[in-house]
């Protein structure tokens, strides 16, 4: 059995006047995985690194332009039993700005804004939902956290 990194998970939310809200997608039927609610998740292409696959997938699978991501600091993991691998993910969170329309990618068929307890009820895994939970406390709360793990764009 192999142990990968080649994948990401990026976790898009936008504040609204109660808080934030996290942006889910819901499988296509046609995908592995068909009608599963999920945050974006991608595979890194050769050349790039982890945030710059995350950065690009969720252009790719939203049509959204981020404003800030950060590292997020949980690792995600799963089995594969198709492939026998065990897969380590790491996780980004990236704000947008609330006025920016969702152009969902083939990959999804809808969408849809979610507070976080929301949003963790929809989610599968709960990994998944811990990083939500992350998300909400240093957003929210440690905010002074968010100074180190952020990734500057410019």
Avoid: C
């Amino acid at each position: 059995m192999k142990i990968v990194s080649n994948m990401i998970e990026a976790h898009i939310f936008r504040e609204n006047k109660h808080g934030i809200e996290f942006l889910l997608l819901k499988r296509a039927q046609q995908e592995i995985y068909p009608g599963l609610w999920q945050m974006i998740t991608g595979t890194v292409e050769d050349g790039e690194t982890a945030y710059q696959a995350a950065i690009r997938e969720i252009k790719e699978e939203t049509g959204l332009a981020i404003d800030r991501i950060w590292v997020v600091p949980n690792v995600n993991t799963f089995y594969s039993h198709e492939l026998n691998v065990i897969s380590l993910l790491p996780v980004f969170a990236a704000q947008v700005k609330g006025t920016g329309m969702v152009k969902i990618s083939s990959e999804h068929i809808e969408s849809g804004w979610y507070p976080p307890e929301e949003a963790k009820a929809v989610l599968a895994w709960e990994g998944q939902r811990h990083s939500v939970d992350l998300i909400q406390r240093y957003h929210s709360k440690d905010r002074i956290f968010w100074d180190y793990i952020e990734i500057k764009l410019r």
